[in-house]
């Protein structure tokens, strides 16, 4: 039994090699000078202070990079109402003419220190006209709100919509009951342990880019590097081995890091940029913030009809290259959840404002649409008074494959078998005793659930390739690999698959993701497609290899392949004790059994059942989680260990942006108020007590693995599950409406209202 994970002995022993530990001969340093203000016309930018600074080799700004970088890319494969386009207003690396938020990059100070770099910074002067800004989506598509870009009028760049408006009136026009519900999905900042860092480097001989960076996936950023270098991939090397973590907000190329290419280039020398925790806050992509307004048409027996969505996403000051597409795609995918409902639909306005650009963020969209939706169910359920589990029993999908009204086909599930597990496990009918327990000692219970699904698996490339290669010696095989491992235990379970085919030990198997030396194309790390995607490419990546070797071994076995057989790692003629292993084969025809392969899987169709238990102490509002039961369906699992780490992981995650997480923005000054963990509370261990976690496989035909995706489940699920248990437990004090995050201040406040 494997006892950890292969690559934790190095992670633990300070032999991780993180992204700002990358260095090369004659490096120099960069610092950034961002827009201490939201909104303004850049009127002039005086260089010479800061260039006359000991150990300054150059100041770039916006003008510096004009004709010389494209814009970063962003592209939506689908079309708006009426079929409007998207609106790209477009992004240089450095702000041009105008900056659009706090923390926009204005100018790149290189020198011969990073000290030297940051104290030259202060020098340069910059002087701004101000424009008003605009921060909430909900103020700037009001009449008159300040334009973010001019190109897009009233700050939309798309009004989307999905399913059908006429068959989901339809059901409105004849439901026996209507029940509606707004929530705000608010706005977090990711907050990898790792602050963003690049190493920027051009080698003129070869007329190659070389940069290490922060990133899920190299082949991703290299390709959206080409569009604003203006030279194709290959010429082009994204590398990284430890990157500090992704959480969605390392997919997407960064402005800085075409800056400092650019730098690169032009001084003929290495440029390094180790960002601050400051600019993760202001400069990360950020993600969420979605105001949804949602309703469910009933007939008498609390069955769904028909249910709408209106929704409205802040996508910030531009369009960061995977923003339209969660916010579109990512959030219907799943619309209409695991609920059979014959007329679905739901418009999504996105809206720029001066904040900082939104991508994706663990769950991609897919956790604003199981939070509108569970959250809209379960009010449901408490406004027609039927318990809600029996509430959902009534709607669940049975029949599969299953296509929902956005066009997206779920394959299998057995969303009532996961859900009577988890109500077991949380011992459901016993809720009303413990909640007069909770009271009897002066707290209030509540309890939430969400019979969460998502999809697991898509991926903007067309093919995900691997390759296999073998040390001179046989005894290691290094799997290339486009998904880049930053703390799924990628190492450890990409070799369980490939093990399981060759037979070979664990150990002998290396993992290498982004490099200077191979040139892998794929997707990156994202949509939980990891194991399902690349591990299935993987796994036919080692039957191919085995079929490669048996002609290799028929020689060696002076035999007829026909008569071999492969098993634990040997081939054999069948019958007989003659054999030979794969690992000495390879190291006695050297090269041959390398193997190459591509192929491409698709998305699945996780999903779970999750229940939360809060007692919030009314004295003081403090909100603590005491149970916390999941039950998923993610197929067949490679590694438990490491699926319960991810549950475990990504329910945290959840829990934290219900009860303390939350990005604020001055709607007066357009300021990051909540710009350092002093005012941006993570979530901490021990926030979520009595976790169980329990397992429900279904497995998929749609990947030869029986797989399906896991690490963002735990936050799909644990979003709306943990907010429905602070609702009940607050609703049973008089109080109507509460939005995230529960802290103390804002649940006393809401008691103390509701009391008034
Ligand atoms: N696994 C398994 N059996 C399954 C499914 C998965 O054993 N049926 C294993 C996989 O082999 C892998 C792990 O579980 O080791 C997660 O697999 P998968 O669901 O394929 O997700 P990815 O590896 O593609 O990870 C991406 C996902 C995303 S999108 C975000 S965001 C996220 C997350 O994972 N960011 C993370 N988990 C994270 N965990 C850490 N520690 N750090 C991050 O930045």
Known sequence: MLKGRLEDDRMLTGRGRYVSDWNLPGQAYGHFVRSDRAHAEIRSIGKEAALAHPGVLGVFTGEDIRGELKSLPCALPVKGRGGMELINPGRPALAQGRVRFAGDAVALVVAESAVAAQDAAELLEIEYSDLPAVVRARDAVMRGAPLVHDSVPANIVLDYESGNEVLAGQAFEKAARVVELEVDISRVIGNPIEPRACLAAFDTASGRYHLYACTQGAAIMRNQLSAVLGVPPEQIRVIAEEVGGGFGVRFNLYPEYCAALFAAKKLARPVKWTGSRSEVFLADEQARDVRARGALALDGQGKILGMRFDMLANLGAYLAPTGPFINTLGIVNCLSGVYDVPAAYARIRLALTNTAPMAAYRGAGRPVMSYALERLVEHAAHEIGMDPAEFRRRNFVRQFPYRIAAGFEYDCGDFEGVMDKAIAAAAWPGFADRKKHS?????????????????????????????????????????????????????????????????????????????????????????????????????????????????????????????????????????????????????????????????????????????????????????????????????????????????????????????????????????????????????????????????????????????KGVGEAGVTGSLPAVMNAVVDALRSRGVRRFEMPATPRRVWQALQSAAN
């Open 439 to 707: 009271e009897n000692q002066g707290k209030l219970r509540g309890r939430g659930m969400s019979t969460y699904i998502e999809a697991t698996g898509a991926g903007f490339a067309p093919q995900d390739q691997v390759e296999m290669r073998w040390s001179e010696d046989g005894r290691t095989l290094t799997l290339y690999a486009p998904t880049h491992n930053h703390g799924q235990g990628h190492e450890t379970t990409f070799a369980q698959v490939v093990t399981r085919v060759l037979g070979i030990p664990l150990e002998a198997i290396r993992l290498r993701t982004a490099g200077a030396d191979f040139y892998i194309a794929g997707n990156a790390t994202g949509g939980s497609r990891s194991l399902l995607a690349v591990g299935s490419v993987l796994l036919l990546g080692a039957q191919e290899l085995v079929k490669k070797g048996l002609a290799l071994a028929a020689e060696a076995l002076e035999a007829s392949a026909s008569d071999l057989e492969f098993r634990d790692g040997h081939y054999r003629i069948k019958g007989t004790d003659r054999k030979i292993s794969l690992q000495r084969l390879a190291a006695e025809r050297p090269k041959e059994l390398d193997i190459a392969y591509a192929n491409k899987f698709g998305s699945c169709f996780p999903n779970g059942c999750h229940i939360a238990e809060v007692e919030i102490d009314p004295s003081s509002g403090e909100t603590q989680i005491v149970s916390y039961v999941a039950c998923d369906d993610a197929g067949n699992l490679i590694n438990p260990q490491i699926v319960a780490g991810q549950m475990h992981g990504g329910i945290a995650q959840g829990a934290g942006q219900v009860l303390s997480e939350l990005a604020v923005y001055d709607p007066d000054s357009g300021q990051l108020l909540t710009g350092s963990f002093m005012d941006y509370a993570m979530p901490r261990p021990g926030d979520v007590q009595g976790l169980q976690l329990l397992e429900h496989p279904v497995p998929t035909t749609l990947n030869p693995l029986g797989a």
